[in-house]
């Protein structure tokens, strides 16, 4: 059963469910101005297909698994029967008015993976910043990537109209399956370069079937307490911006291609800041992705959000 929570902050106000540990709606307070798409009439089915706002895991983006009970490799996406985002989660009761909390477990061999893992997603409000913790500990070494799911419009009716800059200088590639294959690609001087900010419209020109591609952010060590600022999303036509700060290796930009009715396609973009997709079977990502026995890792997204004011 889906129960919501309510923080606010002088600027902001946000919903959250613990289905999914869910972010489900982001307002500024200035303009009343939701910043995510509406999916308030949409079936929680719809929500769970499409992961709409909700905590992705245990690995999010897609993993091939090499060794399965039935001799076929295969392939989770998002968790797949194990998926976070699907899942009823428990409220942790604190004391902080601006705060809340979600924890969850899955069992050894839930989901193919290994170990006894007990999640917690904490969602902390200051001002005009959403911070996310997402935290994992085991019992076995396992492969790891969380991430939230949101989808932002920043009151846009198109992601066309939004302007998106990432710190990122090559994009993974993948196969027939869109598994990360290993090797990566570089962006420079091509649609998918977004190193200065462009229209997400000038790059879709070029990928009408939309983005869905994982960048590898360019960025140095990270501390989970002092996460790198990697992206910035704008709509200059109401002068609402997103800045994007993580301590996670990769960005996943997904313009929402694949939204059916009630929803429209391409009315939204995702900025998923999560592990190396399919990481555990390549150099690329291997060190990142596999979490040790006993040990616990926290993995930190903040999303800011500032306006302007627009002269007329």
């Not at 307002?27 to 009439?41: M, T």
């Not at 998002?78 to 604190?94: I, K, P, S, T, Y």
């Not at 477990?105 to 290994?114: A, F, I, N, T, V």
């Amino acid at each position: 059963m889906s129960n919501v929570t309510h923080l606010e902050s002088p600027t902001l106000a946000v919903t959250l469910s613990n289905r999914g540990a869910r972010l489900v709606q982001l307002v500024a307070k200035r303009q009343n101005l939701s910043l995510l798409l509406d999916a308030e009439q949409v079936s929680t089915e719809l929500i769970d297909q499409f992961c709409i706002g909700g905590t992705v895991g245990p690995f999010a983006g897609r993993l091939r698994q090499i060794e399965t009970t039935n001799g076929q490799p295969a392939v989770l996406l998002h968790g797949n029967e194990a998926a976070l985002h699907r899942a009823d989660w428990m409220l942790e009761r604190g004391n902080q008015p601006n705060a809340a909390t979600y924890s969850i477990s899955r069992r050894h061999g839930e989901g193919g993976l290994p170990g006894d893992r007990d999640f917690r997603a904490a969602y902390t409000l200051s001002d005009n910043s959403l911070m996310i913790d997402l935290s994992v500990t085991t019992t076995h070494d396992t492969p790891i990537s969380l991430t939230n799911h949101a989808y932002f419009t920043l009151g846009a009716t198109s992601a066309n109209a939004l302007s998106l800059q990432v710190n990122a200088q090559s994009v993974l590639l993948t196969d027939s399956e869109q598994c990360a294959t290993g090797g990566s690609m570089p962006v420079a001087d091509t649609p998918l370069d977004f190193a200065r900010e462009r229209l997400l419209g000038d790059a879709l020109t070029a990928y009408p079937d939309g983005l869905d591609h994982s960048y590898v952010l360019a960025s140095g060590k990270r501390d989970a307490l002092a996460p790198d600022h990697v992206a910035s999303l704008t709509n200059r036509a109401n002068g609402v911006s997103l800045d994007l700060a993580t301590t996670q290796p990769c960005l996943q930009v997904y313009t929402a291609s694949a939204l059916t009715s009630p929803l429209r396609p391409f009315t939204a973009i995702c900025l998923e800041a999560q592990g190396f997709p399919n990481g555990p079977n390549h150099a690329l990502g291997r060190r990142e992705s596999w979490l040790a026995a006993g040990q616990t890792v926290t993995q930190r997204i903040v999303y800011r959000i500032n306006e302007r004011s627009l002269t007329h």
